[in-house]
């Protein structure tokens, strides 16, 4: 079975430091990975994924994440944090075979801090 | 311009009452889904749909039952509602069944309060 975790349900930055939020996924079969943002009282928006090639990956506003599978991870990070960051984001995980299913983690609330 | 819409976009009922929530896509997309946002903020699918045929059925209570009357609706009726089923209840789609290449686009969601 797959699974995310996140590590850290809240994380706290200032504005202009770097942010870096979590994500260790557990999979059996090679995983194609994602990351979801979800604005106060909006729908969840797709930030950026890893399917297969290139093992950075880059997304809208900035962010990035790289898969390492020695680490089990696929960590997110913004080099410098905009207050407009400050949303709720979501690692998700899904297989070849499972078609539409994805599976995510349970969120890590992102604050900027002035 | 909607891409996703759900509506209604709050919808407070009693228990034991049974209720809709519909959703509409303007994409062309020939798949359609409804998750549940629980109050901890973890989102699960419920249900999934490919051309008006269900697809994913995620051990949901048979009291959820979803219609879709065409590829650009998906409507979710839930029968005798419970306290549990408080939640936000998003609706999404993608042009097929492959997570890994198409994008799932989400609705704005519907907040469901059982009294």
């Known amino acids: 079975a797959q699974s995310v975790t996140q590590l850290g349900s809240h994380v706290s930055v200032s504005e202009g430091a770097l942010v870096l939020l979590r994500c260790n996924y557990s999979?059996?079969?090679?995983?194609?990975l994602f990351w979801y943002v979800q604005y106060p009282n909006q729908g969840l928006q797709l930030l950026l994924k890893?399917?297969?090639?290139?093992?950075l990956v880059k997304g809208i506003n900035g962010f990035e994440a790289e898969f390492k599978k020695s680490e089990t991870s696929f960590h997110l990070t913004k080099p410098s944090a905009h207050m407009s960051d400050a949303a709720e984001y979501f690692c998700?995980?899904?297989?070849?075979?499972?078609?539409?299913?994805?599976?995510f983690g349970s969120g890590t609330r992102l604050s900027i801090r002035p | 311009d909607t891409a996703v819409s759900q509506t209604p976009k709050y919808l407070v009922t009693q228990m034991g009452n049974d209720k809709s929530i519909k959703c509409e896509q303007n994409?062309?997309?020939?798949?359609m889904y409804w998750y549940k946002q629980d109050s901890k903020k973890f989102l699960k699918i419920m249900f999934s749909y490919n051309n008006k045929e269900l697809i994913i059925n995620e051990t949901v209570p048979n009291r959820f039952s979803p219609k879709s009357p065409d590829k650009a609706h998906l409507n979710l009726h839930i029968n005798s509602l419970e306290l549990g089923d408080s939640a936000v209840y998003f609706c999404a789609s993608s042009q097929t069944l492959a997570a890994i290449t198409d994008t799932q686009y989400f609705g704005p969601g519907t907040r469901l309060t059982v009294l």
């Open positions: 998700a995980v899904t297989q070849y075979s499972s078609a539409s299913k994805i599976i």
């Open positions: 890893y399917t297969t090639g290139a093992t």
């Open positions: 999979s059996s079969v090679p995983p194609y």
């Open positions: 994409l062309g997309h020939d798949t």
